[in-house]
C-alpha cells in the first residue's frame, strides 16, 4: 500500500512556483530521506502532505485518501516541521496533555512515558518558555510519537541536539518505524540520512527527484 502518493503536485505562492510538478510514490513502512539546501522546498513538500497547503493543481493521497477532499488532514499523522508551537507558561507535561485531550487517547501515565522516552523528566515543573533549545527539539519529538501515527513527517529532528540527544532521536525513529510507521525525514545533517534511510530524494528549487547518497 502507498503511504503517499503524490501526483503532479504545484504549489504557487506570490506568482512563484514553490513546488513543481512534484511526483512522489511512497511506499508504507519504509523510512525516506529528504535533502536539499535552505529554501529548496522541503519543508514545503512535508507541508503539503501534511495537509498544511493545498495545492494550486495536482494532488496528494495519503493512505488512499486525497488530502483536501476526502480528509481535511492525513489520519494518524505525527510531525515536526520548522518550529513546533507550544504554550510557553506551561510544562511540558501540561503542554502534552492539553494536545492529548483533542483525541484523548493517551493516559496521564502515557504522557509522562513518552516525556521519559525522549529524555526529559515528566516531572520537571519549568514552563517551556525557559526550556533550552535542545530540550525544546525533545518535546516535539514527543509530541509526534506519543499517539503512536502511522507517518511521521519529521522536518531537522535532530536540530539543536548533543550527541546522546542525536543517538536517541535516531534510535526513536527506528523504533516508531519497526512498530510500523513510515517515516519521512527531512536533514541537512548527511548521516541522519544514511544511517536511517533506504531511499532518497533531494529537493532543489521545489523540484524532487529520487538520488543516491554518498555515504
Same mark, same amino acid.
Given at each position: *500500500? ?16 514553490? @513546488?513543481? +510538478?512534484? +511526483?512522489? !510514490? ?13 529554501? =529548496?522546498?522541503? %519543508? *514545503?513538500?512535508?507541508?503539503?502532505? %501534511? ?9 496528494? %493521497? ?9 480528509? &481535511?488532514? &492525513? ?7 520548522? #518550529?513546533?508551537?507550544?504554550? &510557553? ?5 501540561? #503542554? ?25 523528566? &515528566? ?11 535542545? *530540550? ?6 514527543? !509530541?509526534?510519537?506519543? $499517539? ?10 535532530? #536540530?539543536?541536539?548533543? $550527541?546522546?540527544?542525536? /543517538? ?6 527506528? $523504533? ?10 527531512? %536533514?541537512? +545533517? !548527511?548521516?541522519?540520512?544514511? =544511517? ?7 529537493? #532543489?528549487?521545489?523540484? @524532487?527527484?529520487?538520488? /543516491?547518497?554518498?555515504?
Amino acid at each position: *500500500m502507498l503511504a503517499v502518493d503524490m501526483h503532479d503536485y504545484t504549489k504557487i505562492i506570490k506568482k512563484r512556483e514553490i @513546488l513543481k +510538478n512534484v +511526483n512522489l !510514490q511512497l511506499e508504507a513502512g519504509g523510512i525516506y530521506g529528504l535533502y536539499g539546501h535552505n529554501g =529548496s522546498g522541503k %519543508s *514545503m513538500l512535508m507541508r503539503a502532505i %501534511s495537509g498544511l497547503i493545498m495545492p494550486t493543481s495536482g494532488s496528494v %493521497s495519503v493512505f488512499g485518501k486525497e488530502v483536501g477532499k476526502e480528509i &481535511p488532514f &492525513p489520519d494518524e499523522m505525527g510531525l515536526i516541521i520548522e #518550529n513546533v508551537g507550544f504554550w &510557553p507558561h506551561y510544562t511540558g507535561f501540561e #503542554n502534552l496533555k492539553a494536545l492529548a485531550s483533542i483525541r484523548g487517547k493517551l493516559t496521564d501515565g502515557e504522557i509522562r512515558d513518552v516525556i521519559a522516552r525522549v529524555g526529559l523528566d &515528566p516531572m520537571d515543573k519549568r514552563a517551556y518558555r525557559k526550556y533550552s533549545l535542545g *530540550m525544546k527539539q525533545r518535546l516535539g519529538i514527543a !509530541q509526534a510519537v506519543m $499517539e503512536q501515527p502511522k507517518l511521521l513527517l519529521l522536518d531537522e529532528p535532530t #536540530n539543536a541536539l548533543d $550527541e546522546d540527544g542525536v /543517538a536517541l532521536v535516531r534510535k526513536i525513529i527506528r $523504533e516508531e518505524n519497526d512498530r510500523g510507521a513510515t517515516v519521512i525525514l527531512a %536533514s541537512h +545533517n !548527511q548521516e541522519d540520512l544514511t =544511517s536511517l534511510c533506504a531511499k532518497f530524494y533531494k529537493m #532543489n528549487d521545489g523540484v @524532487l527527484k529520487e538520488e /543516491a547518497l554518498q555515504a
